[in-house]
C-alpha cells in the first residue's frame, strides 16, 4: 500500500499485554515500542483499550445489505403477525418506481405467502417480500402484473396447476433485478460507515453470479472510499480479473450455490467445480442440508474449497471434510436470530448436527465465522456472542457442545480473507494497519461481546469509525 495514513497509536494494549505505542506509516505497521517519539503524525490515544486486528466478515452480500436498509422489515422482532405485516406495508415509503420492498419474511408471520395472500394484506401498490432465507420472493398481483409475470420463462417462477403464477420467485434475483426498473446496485456508502462501526475491516461478498454493474458498483465504492473495507468477491465470473489499482477487490473461490429444493446431478456439480478449478480458483458452495452435503463431497472437491453455513454436518463427516481439507464457514448468529425456529423444526436426532462449530475445529476441519448480513445479524459482536453462548431469543441454548471459546470466536474472524479459519492475523511490524481499537481490554471483551466495545476502526492507517 501507498496511499496508506501515517498514525500513532498511544497506549494500547496489544496481543492481551502491557501498554505500547503503535507507529504505522502509510498504511503499515512500522514500530512497536514504549513511549515512541511523535514525528508530526496523527495521534490516536487508546486509553488503555486492547489493539486487535480488524475483524474480517467471511461471508456477507454488500448490495443486498444495502438494499435491505431502504427496506421495510417483515419478519420478527419487528413484525408479529398479519395484522402488523400489513400495517407496516401500509406504512412503507414506496421506492421511485411505486413499489414497496420487504425483507426477512418469516411464516410464523402470516403464513405461505402467495399473490393472493399479500393482496390480502395489501393490493394498492405493487409489493415484493424477499423470505429471510434469501431463495424465495413473493409478490402481490399488482407487482406479479408490473413483472409481466404470465409470461415469464424462468424456472423460478412458481406456476399452480393450471400454469398460473403464484406470485413466488425462487432463486430468480437476477431475473428479477433485470424486470424491474431503476436497476442500479444501491449505494454502499452507509454499509460501509456501518462495518467500520463495528471493526470489520475486510469482507467477503459471497453474492454469486456478480453481474458487470454490481462489479462495477463495488469498485467505485471501494476507489471513492464510500466502502473502506478491503474486498474479496466470491461471486467474480471465472476469468474475471479486477482493475489494478490501489483499492480494487481480490478474487476469491467461485460461489456455487445448491439450492435446498432442487439439487444438482452429480455430473452438473463436478463439472462447475472442475471448470473452477481449471480456472485457478477454489469453489465456495452454499450447503445447508445433508443430502447436499453428502453430493459435495464426492463432486471433486479438494483442498482449499469452502462450505458456505454447513447447517447441518453429520458428525461422521466430520473426519472426511477434514481428509478433504475443506474449510467451513459458519454463521451462529443465525442461533441467536431464529435459533427457536430451528429446535421447533430441526428433528431432535439432528439438532447435534446443527450450525457445528466446535466439533470441526477440535476435528481440524478450519472453521471461520460470518453473518451471511442481510439474513443473519451483520454485527460480529453478535455473532461472536452466539458461537459461545448459542443462545436463542427466547433463551434456550441450541447445542451447547458447539460452543466455541470467546477467543476461538473472535480468532474466527481474524483469518485472511483468503484464509478464513486459518492463523488469525497479528498486530505487529510489517502488517497492515487494518485495526480495531476497543474501549476495553481484550479479555474485558471477550467476557461481554458487544459492538459498543468499538472506540475506533482503522484501515490503511486511515481512521474510518
Ligand atoms: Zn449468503
Redesign the pocket.
Known amino acids: 500500500m501507498t496511499d496508506g495514513h501515517d498514525l500513532l497509536l498511544r497506549r494500547a494494549e496489544v496481543d492481551g499485554r502491557g501498554l505500547v505505542d503503535v507507529r504505522v506509516v502509510a498504511g503499515v505497521i512500522a514500530e512497536i515500542g514504549t513511549r515512541l517519539a511523535g514525528r508530526g503524525e496523527d495521534v490516536l490515544d487508546a486509553r488503555g483499550g486492547a489493539l486487535l486486528p480488524g475483524l474480517c466478515d467471511h461471508?456477507?452480500?454488500l448490495h443486498a445489505l444495502a438494499a435491505a436498509e431502504r427496506s421495510v422489515r417483515c419478519g420478527p422482532p419487528s413484525v408479529v403477525g398479519p395484522d402488523a405485516l400489513a400495517e407496516a406495508l401500509a406504512h412503507a415509503p414506496a421506492d421511485e418506481h411505486g413499489w414497496v420492498r420487504g425483507v426477512g419474511y418469516s411464516e410464523d408471520v402470516a403464513g405461505p405467502l402467495d399473490a393472493t395472500a399479500l393482496d390480502r394484506l395489501h393490493a394498492t401498490r405493487p409489493v415484493r417480500i424477499q423470505h429471510r432465507s434469501?431463495a424465495l420472493w413473493m409478490v402481490n398481483t399488482a407487482g406479479a402484473r408490473a413483472l409481466g409475470l404470465g409470461g415469464a420463462g424462468h424456472p423460478g417462477v412458481e406456476r399452480d396447476a393450471g400454469a398460473r403464477p403464484t406470485g413466488r420467485l425462487w432463486r430468480a434475483d437476477d431475473w428479477l433485478r433485470a424486470r424491474l426498473p431503476g436497476t442500479r446496485p444501491p449505494d454502499l456508502r452507509h454499509v460501509g460507515s456501518r462495518l467500520a462501526r463495528l471493526g470489520i475491516t475486510h469482507l467477503t461478498d459471497?453474492t454469486p453470479d456478480l453481474d458487470a454493474s454490481a462489479l462495477d458498483a463495488i469498485g467505485e465504492a471501494m476507489r471513492t472510499g464510500a466502502l473502506p473495507q478491503r474486498v474479496h468477491l466470491l461471486g467474480a465470473p471465472l476469468g474475471w480479473a479486477a482493475p489494478s489499482g490501489q483499492r480494487s477487490a481480490t478474487v476469491g473461490p467461485y460461489k456455487i450455490v445448491l439450492a435446498d429444493s432442487a439439487l444438482p446431478g452429480l455430473d452438473v456439480l463436478s463439472d462447475r467445480i472442475r471448470a473452477a478449478h481449471a480456472a485457478g480458483r477454489a469453489v465456495a458452495v452454499?450447503c445447508v442440508t445433508r443430502e447436499a452435503l453428502v453430493l459435495l463431497l464426492v463432486a471433486g472437491v479438494r483442498a482449499g474449497d469452502r462450505i458456505?453455513?454447513a447447517a447441518l454436518v453429520p458428525g461422521e463427516l466430520i473426519a472426511r471434510l477434514r481428509a478433504l481439507g475443506l474449510v467451513v464457514v459458519t454463521q451462529p448468529g443465525f442461533i441467536a436470530d431464529r435459533g427457536d425456529d430451528y429446535l421447533r423444526d430441526v428433528p431432535a436426532v439432528d439438532r447435534s448436527d446443527l450450525y457445528r462449530a466446535r466439533s470441526l475445529v477440535d476435528g481440524g476441519v478450519p472453521c471461520a465465522l460470518a453473518s451471511?448480513a442481510p439474513?443473519g445479524p451483520v454485527d460480529p459482536w453478535t455473532v461472536i456472542d452466539a458461537a459461545v453462548r448459542r443462545c436463542t431469543p427466547a433463551g434456550q441454548v441450541a447445542g451447547a457442545a458447539e460452543g466455541l471459546t470467546a477467543r476461538q470466536a473472535l480468532d474466527a474472524y481474524l483469518g485472511a480473507p483468503d484464509d478464513p479459519g486459518g492463523t488469525p492475523r497479528t498486530v505487529a511490524p510489517g502488517a497492515p494497519a487494518d485495526l480495531v481499537l476497543l474501549h476495553v481490554s481484550r479479555a474485558d471483551a471477550l467476557a461481554r461481546p458487544s459492538a459498543d466495545l468499538v472506540a475506533a476502526t482503522v484501515i490503511a492507517g486511515a481512521v474510518c469509525g
Open positions: 461471508h456477507l452480500h434469501g459471497a452454499h458456505e453455513h451471511d439474513y
